[in-house]
Every structure is written in C-alpha cells, then in structure tokens.
C-alpha cells in the first residue's frame, strides 16, 4: 500500500504562503513535478502513492485528476504571483503514460499557459514501456517534451516476474529506441539490482541491454524491500531472502564498472550520464541543490523557499477539495536553519561536484578529515574544499552522512 504522508503543520485551506518563502522566488531553479496516480497493475515492490482501476473504482479516474491538476494550476499562480517560467518539468506516477499523448499534451500545455517554460526547459515524463509505441514518442516530441524515462529494471524474465513488471524483458530496449529514433532528445533506463534471485550474469546482461539501447543516461537503484509490500510479504514469510547488503555493494560496483567502461560518469550516486550532452536530469539536479518546486497531484510534494508542504493523498479527496476551492496541502512545515543544513549535507554529499567543504561546522570537518583517511572522500577534491565521495564511500553514503551530522 502507499506509504504514510509525514506529520506537520495544518495548511492554510488557501494554499498562501508566508512572505519570506516568496522573497529570492526566481534567484532559485524553479521546477513542476507532476505526480498522475493510476496503474494498470500494482508492482509487488512499489509503496508509492499510485492506484489500480480496482482500487479506485468509480471514486476517481483521469478526467476527474485532470480537473484537479487544472484548478490547482489556478491556485499554484495565485500562490506565487509573479512566479518565474519554469525550468524543468517532470511527470511522474503512477505511468503517466497512461494518460496517452491527448493526456500529456493538456498536462504540458496547462503549465506552459499558466507559467510559461523557460527557454530550453527539460520537460521529463516518465513511462512504462509496455504503454508506449513510436506514435506515442512522435506525440511527446511534438508537445514539447524532451526527455523520457522507462522503468526497465531488469533484461531477464524471472527477476521482471518476482517485480511483478508487466512488461516483456526486450520491450524497454525497444522502447528507449524508438524514443530515440522520432527525435526525444534524452533517454533514461531505470533498473533495479538485488532482486532475490537476480544473478550477477542477469544484472550483466541487463547492462548489455541498457547499452545496446543507445540511451544517454540511466539510473540504477538497489531494491528497498518497503514495509505493507507485497514483495515484503513474501520475504517475511520466507518464500523469498531479503537482498544482500554485501550482494548490493558487489552489484553497484559492476553497473559502475561497466556504465564507466561505456563513457557513462556518475553525476549522483544512483544516476550515470554522458559528459557534454546534457543528459544530467536538471530537474532532479533541483532537488538535490535547494531549488524550489511546485507538485501537483495526490501526494505530490512542494518546496518553495524553505516551505515544504504535500497534498492528500487519494485522488478522489485531492479532485475533491480543489472543486470546494481549497487547496489540497494536507500539511507543510517551514524548515529551520538547521534542517536546512542537515538537507544541504544529506542531498549534496550524493554529488559528484560534492559539499562544499566550508559549509561545514568545524565539528563536521574533523569527521571529513577522517573520512579522507578512511578512504570515504575523495582526498585531492577535499584539498579543492569539496567532500566528493569515493567510489566506497558512495557505498558507505548514508553513515557518513550521519558522522557528519553527529
């Protein structure tokens, strides 16, 4: 089932935001996540906030979530006033693939009316490989989109069946090359590794494929076995093992051995890119360096200058609330200077530009001095004042992150 939202303060059924979260609006990236909830099927691992037709039944459905996602447009440009075009889109679920080309092509145009794009925005959505066709990539490059993302996860049959993936173990590669061929400027594959029963020959040969399929970027994940799952079932009652830490830190090895081999460097821990071509994800890059951001959708997550708010969950209740005329936030909170640091430390440190070195207390330095010595920092980009993590200490990310919190 999807994950609980996180406490917080209530929010204002206006959706107004303090004025010192809109002072600097425009000095930071200002992006659009997009988050359409509906499945076709629910995969075995997946805790995020999506919904089969059978789950919902006739409480909500795409027309419905459309007419929110459209009046919470309205509310996102009185909110901010005078808001800065947007930088970067990105559409995610759920598959927002199927919306269908009519779908998405409403979804980006309601943005462009409503804030206009910036010139040169990255305008991402994601899909599932078994709702696409070339007709489909040709309608997003005509609508303006210009990078996708395929969830391929695996390239062998058995570890896409213990996912409950729908899709055959070619249709990915096939996907990310039509993509390519109708002029989508970037391409991302999205895998998993450490799927009970993966073999190291299956996640090589997952590899082979990722690369065979021309693409300028993908992204690898270790699986999280995430608790009400029905992957989490099964391996507590013992018809599955739980994923190897130290299988883990082999596999993560292997795809970095060998995207390196290929041209393809690590820009965060989880995501390779080719150099020069601007296939890094700027909207993720967002994320990760404080940018601001509006999500529209049930569940969908905010940040505008130090406010941080989400909305409810279930579709039904988000179309709901925003034709009473309210906003959908079901809570929000303001972060402190201290969270603030704690942020910057935890998101950036994932980075291969790194932290800075001098915006860390001196506590906090002693801990990266040692860290160069136990071989977790890079020593030479700590001598530049950046802490980059080594190869190891991107295994060892989130215990340095809490040495250097401590």
Same mark, same amino acid.
């Given at each position: 089932?999807?994950?609980?939202l996180?406490?917080?303060?209530?929010a204002?059924?206006t959706?107004?935001l303090?004025?010192?979260?809109?002072?600097g609006?425009?000095?930071?990236?200002?992006?659009v996540?997009?988050?359409?909830?509906?499945c076709a099927?629910?995969c075995g691992?997946?805790d995020?906030?999506?919904?089969?037709p059978?789950?919902?039944?006739?409480?909500?459905?795409? +027309?419905s979530w459309?007419?929110g996602? /459209?009046?919470?447009?309205?509310l996102a440009a009185?909110?901010?006033g005078?808001?800065?075009?947007?930088?970067?889109?990105?559409v995610?679920?759920g598959?927002?693939?199927?919306l269908g080309v009519?779908?998405?092509?409403?979804?980006?145009g309601g943005?462009?009316?409503?804030?206009g794009?910036?010139?040169?925005a990255?305008?991402?959505?994601?899909s599932n490989?078994?709702?696409?066709s070339? +007709?489909f990539?040709?309608?997003l490059r005509?609508?303006?989109y210009t990078?996708?993302?395929?969830?391929m996860?695996?390239?062998?049959s058995h570890v896409?069946?213990?996912?409950?993936? /729908?899709?055959?173990?070619?249709?990915a590669?096939?996907?990310?090359?039509e993509?390519?061929s109708v002029?989508i400027?970037?391409?991302?594959?999205?895998?998993?590794?450490?799927t009970?029963?993966?073999?190291?020959a299956?996640l090589?040969s997952?590899l +082979?494929?990722?690369?065979s399929?021309g693409?300028?970027?993908?992204?690898?994940?270790?699986?999280?076995v995430e608790e009400g799952?029905a992957?989490?079932?099964r391996?507590? #009652?013992?018809?599955?093992?739980?994923?190897?830490?130290d299988?883990?830190?082999?596999?993560?090895?292997?795809?970095d051995d060998v995207?390196?081999g290929?041209?393809?460097?690590?820009?965060?821990?989880?995501?390779?890119?080719?150099?020069?071509?601007d296939a890094?994800?700027?909207h993720?890059?967002?994320y990760?360096?404080?940018?601001d951001?509006?999500?529209f959708?049930?569940?969908?997550?905010?940040?505008?200058?130090?406010?941080r708010?989400?909305?409810?969950?279930h579709?039904a209740?988000?179309?709901g609330?925003?034709?009473?005329?309210?906003?959908p936030?079901?809570?929000?909170?303001?972060?402190?200077?201290?969270?603030?640091?704690?942020?910057?430390?935890l998101l950036?440190?994932?980075?291969a530009?790194?932290?800075?070195?001098?915006a860390?207390?001196?506590?906090?330095?002693a801990e990266?001095?040692?860290?160069?010595?136990?071989?977790?920092l890079?020593?030479?980009a700590?001598?530049g004042?950046?802490c980059?993590?080594?190869?190891r200490?991107r295994?060892?990310?989130?215990a340095?992150?809490? #040495?250097?919190l401590?």
């Open positions: 089932m999807p994950s609980a996180p406490t917080g303060d209530p204002p059924s959706g107004v303090p004025p010192s979260a809109l002072e609006l425009g000095t930071r990236p200002f992006g996540y997009v988050h359409v909830p509906f099927a629910r691992y997946c995020f906030n999506t919904y089969t059978g789950e919902l039944g006739s409480s909500a459905s795409p +027309e459309l007419a996602f /459209k009046r919470e447009l309205d009185r909110v901010l005078s808001a800065p075009p947007v930088e970067t889109v990105f995610g679920g598959t927002p693939s199927l009519p779908g998405l092509t409403e979804v980006l943005i462009r009316s409503t804030f794009l910036a010139p040169g990255e305008v991402t959505t994601e490989p078994e709702s696409t070339p +007709e990539f040709a309608g005509e609508a303006g990078r996708v993302s395929l969830g996860q695996s390239a062998a896409l069946k213990i996912l409950d993936r /729908k899709h055959t173990a070619g249709r590669v096939a996907a990310a090359r993509a390519r002029g400027e970037h391409v991302n594959l999205d895998l998993i590794y450490g009970p029963g993966e073999t190291d299956d090589k997952s +082979e494929a990722v690369l399929a693409v300028d970027h993908v992204s690898a994940y270790a699986l999280i799952t992957l989490a079932r391996i507590s #009652r013992g018809d599955l093992p739980a994923p190897d830490d299988v883990l830190a082999d596999r993560y090895e292997m795809i995207l390196g290929a041209g393809m460097r690590w820009y965060e821990v989880s995501n390779w890119a080719l150099p020069g071509q890094e994800c700027r993720n890059l967002g990760w360096l404080g940018g951001w509006w999500g959708g049930p569940g969908a997550h905010s940040h505008v200058g130090g406010v708010w989400w909305n409810v969950k579709p209740r988000y179309a609330v925003l034709a009473e005329g309210d906003s936030a079901a809570g929000r909170e303001t972060l402190t200077p201290a969270e603030s640091h704690e942020e910057r430390v950036e440190i994932r980075l530009k790194g932290l800075p070195v001098s860390l207390p001196a506590t906090a330095v990266a001095r040692r860290a160069v010595t136990d071989g977790l890079d020593a030479t700590y001598a004042d950046r980059v993590l080594t190869r200490g295994l060892l990310a989130d340095l992150v809490h #040495r250097l401590a």
